[in-house]
């Protein structure tokens, strides 16, 4: 079984750039979340789908960011302009919907450096 | 306001003998809490969790002890190998473990042999 797959790995942009990353969930996962994490730190929710629909979008700063999850299935994660301090990995992670407690499965990440 | 805490930064302990990570938590409806592991240029793997209906929850080497008056939960590995070597993030859940995972900000784990 294919696990959660990201894209890309790793990101080099300058800031006031625009980046975009992608994630593919595990099949049949209907929970799909973006956590970033900063240097040092534990993963931080940014935003959490079921199915199409953003559940809790509370911690995602609106102004710059954005999320997408078409068909419910794959996500677009997309920061425009970047800032320096946007530096960090970007997980996504997935999880079946209503199998109790929530065990989810992350990606390997996406690393942006902001310059 | 961190609600799930790691106090230790980092540990080091000798192949073959115990390693025991702490985290301690804050809020009272956290009900529901998981240990994941991860490597360098990975993502977090789940590992184990516990229900804070028990107190202790063992897969192999891995035991999970959970004290719900002092707010506190410990991972206990025996015994500790070198692939044990990896970041330990402590997380935890409300609601049965149906709300969004909080992290600690994880603990360094190295084994040496």
């Known amino acids: 079984e294919a696990g959660v797959v990201q894209s890309p790995r790793y990101k080099i942009i300058e800031k006031k750039q625009p980046v975009a990353f992608w994630c593919n969930p595990i099949?049949?996962?209907?929970?799909l979340y973006w956590y970033r994490q900063n240097l040092g730190q534990g993963p931080e929710l940014l935003i959490r789908?079921?199915?199409?629909?953003?559940?809790?979008d509370s911690q995602l700063p609106k102004d710059r960011f954005s999320a997408e999850r078409l068909k419910g299935v794959d996500s677009t994660l997309k920061i425009q302009p970047a800032e320096l301090g946007d530096s960090a990995v970007y997980l996504c992670?997935?999880?079946?919907?209503?199998?109790?407690?929530?065990?989810?499965?992350f990606g390997a990440g996406s690393r942006l450096t902001v310059l | 306001d961190q609600q799930v805490k790691q106090n230790s930064p980092s540990l080091s302990v000798q192949e073959g003998r115990i390693s025991i990570l702490n985290c301690d938590y804050t809020?009272?409806?956290?009900?529901?809490f998981l240990w994941y592991k991860k490597y360098p240029a990975e993502g977090p793997t789940f590992l184990i969790s516990?229900?804070?209906?028990?107190d202790k929850n063992e897969d192999g080497r891995f035991t999970v002890f959970l004290n719900k008056s002092a707010k506190h939960l410990s991972l206990h590995i025996v015994p500790s190998q070198p692939g044990d070597s990896a970041v330990y993030f402590c997380?935890?859940?409300?609601?049965?473990?149906?709300?969004?995972?909080?992290f600690g900000k994880g603990t360094k784990l190295t084994v040496n042999p």
């Open positions: 992670a997935s999880s079946a919907t209503g199998s109790g407690a929530n065990v989810l499965t």
């Open positions: 099949s049949g996962h209907n929970t």
């Open positions: 789908y079921e199915n199409e629909e953003a559940v809790d």
């Open positions: 809020n009272s409806m956290f009900d529901y």
């Open positions: 516990i229900s804070s209906i028990k």
């Open positions: 997380a935890a859940s409300a609601e049965g473990g149906s709300e969004k995972l909080v």
